[in-house]
């Protein structure tokens, strides 16, 4: 399908690629079903056909979802099934792979997602033998375009009205809607805006009374809900196979990091913790300028929005500290961690208590955590000296357990088939398995 948007009265082409929004295909498990060994027992997923004004149209408004502060368009980050524009081949060992790494938005999780859905093997178009309902409606995208408006009873329409026709299917009526999940590519504070005063930010999506049976998946939950769910941000690289995963996992094995740890970021203001502890990591860093990389994304902006030279400076890395920014988490994390860098915590909420089904490890078995106090009251070195005191067989062993998460945190291409004919379980996978576990332990309980 062809996405055009107006500019300055012209029309310009988005993509040709997959930005569709088209019908479940037809149930192609049915012969085994009749044989006794449907291998989609228990995984079939039916996706409702939402009204277009709920996706397809928010892309084809694309204009609308960018921001005059980020002195680019949002349109190109559409293209390529979401992943946004490929970039260069810096960061492959193949040329053969160059084609999987792009300039990705971390707000485009819900397109990704909707497009490796479509492809998914267990789709039905048979509500009834579904075990779960997808519903692709594009609410991050919706807000961003919306954000801006005074008025919050025109930010929660669109949400208000989705749950208007949801309530009309009959695929509803059956668990009214505890059989029914969303996928958000922003965090879910901005969907939980209790307050009517139009100064507040976000939507009041997720407190609808309808919301308290879907279950949500975002890149950061709450830690106060008990449906929502938290998903890795989509990172930069988009692998076809396993084989091509292992191909990068051993190239970050043997890369060589002469850094001792760094950190691409911008300054906060200091009202709060988090931008008392992005003051401190920025100072402390260049008081150890000689073992630390700092990336100034408020001068270098271009540099922290290119991928090839961002995770390179992660490759060069052995510590990559992630620091809480606007909210908790940070898609730099899954950047680290694609890099073969061992993420360094200063709050709990960070990772630790987030993605839950796709890191199940033991957080100090991959990760490095500095309480807030004791990096405020540590020296002006402290960071160093935590970091330096870690054993050499302890960090080379927390950056294999780094290393083997990189297969859990990515989005791959969208493709029926494996070109090397083997399986890759990658972050939608698991995301997926993840989803239809809670909706079968709900139906349980509901039986109970």
């Known amino acids: ?107 485009m999780l819900e397109v990704i997602f909707h497009e490796k859905m479509k492809r998914y093997e267990c789709l039905t178009r048979n509500s009834s033998r579904a075990s779960a309902i997808y519903v692709p409606y594009y609410a991050g995208l919706d807000l961003r375009r919306n954000m ?27 668990m009214l809607g505890k059989d029914h999940f969303l996928v958000s590519g922003r965090i879910s504070q901005d969907f939980q805006r209790y307050s009517s005063d139009n100064s507040r930010w976000g939507t009041n999506l997720m407190l609808l009374p309808e919301s308290q049976n879907l279950a949500f998946l975002t890149i950061e939950r709450s830690p106060m809900s008990h449906n929502d769910f938290a998903i890795p941000y989509p990172t930069y690289f988009h692998p076809t196979s396993a084989v091509e995963v292992r191909q990068w996992q051993d190239k970050i094995k043997l890369t060589n990091r002469t850094v001792l740890f760094s950190f691409a970021g911008a300054q906060r203001p200091s009202v709060n913790e988090n ?128 290393i083997r998460l990189v297969p859990k945190i990515v989005y791959t291409k969208p493709n029926r088939h494996k070109p090397d004919g083997e399986t890759c379980e990658d972050a939608f996978d698991i995301a997926v398995k993840g989803v239809l576990k809670r909706i079968e332990e709900t139906r349980r309980e509901i039986h109970d």
């Open 275 to 402: 931008g008392l502890v992005r003051t401190q990591i920025i100072q402390q860093c260049k008081n150890s300028s000689k073992t630390c990389r700092f990336i100034d994304c408020n001068v270098k902006a271009d540099l922290c929005n290119d991928p090839i030279s961002l995770i390179k400076i992660f490759q060069s890395s052995i510590f990559c500290l992630q620091p809480p920014g606007d909210s908790l988490t940070r898609r730099s994390i899954f950047d680290s961690i694609l890099a073969g860098c061992i993420p360094v915590f200063f709050n709990q909420g960070s990772a630790h208590n987030q993605y839950l089904w796709h890191i199940q490890i033991n957080s100090s078995e991959y990760s490095v955590y500095i309480p807030f106090k004791e990096l405020r009251h540590g020296g002006k070195n402290k960071i160093e000296e935590i970091l330096r005191g870690i054993p050499n067989e302890k960090v080379v062993d927390m950056r294999e357990n780094v």
């Open 148 to 174: 801006w408006r005074r008025n919050v009873a025109e930010r929660d329409a669109a949400g208000k009205e989705m749950f208007k026709w949801l309530k009309k299917q009959p695929q509803w009526k059956g």
């Open 1 to 107: 399908m062809l996405l055009l948007y107006l500019s300055q009265n012209k029309i310009i082409l988005i993509s040709t690629t997959t930005i569709t929004i088209s019908k479940p295909d037809h149930d192609n498990r049915h012969k085994f079903s009749r044989l006794g060994d449907d291998s989609c027992l228990g995984r079939y997923i039916y996706i409702h056909n939402l009204p277009s004004r709920f996706n397809i149209d928010i892309l084809q408004d694309c204009e609308a979802i960018s921001r005059p502060k980020d002195k680019t368009s949002m349109c190109k980050y559409i293209e390529n099934s979401g992943f946004g524009p490929q970039v260069g081949d810096g960061v492959s060992t193949d040329s053969k792979y160059s084609s999987s790494w792009y300039a990705t938005n971390q707000f």
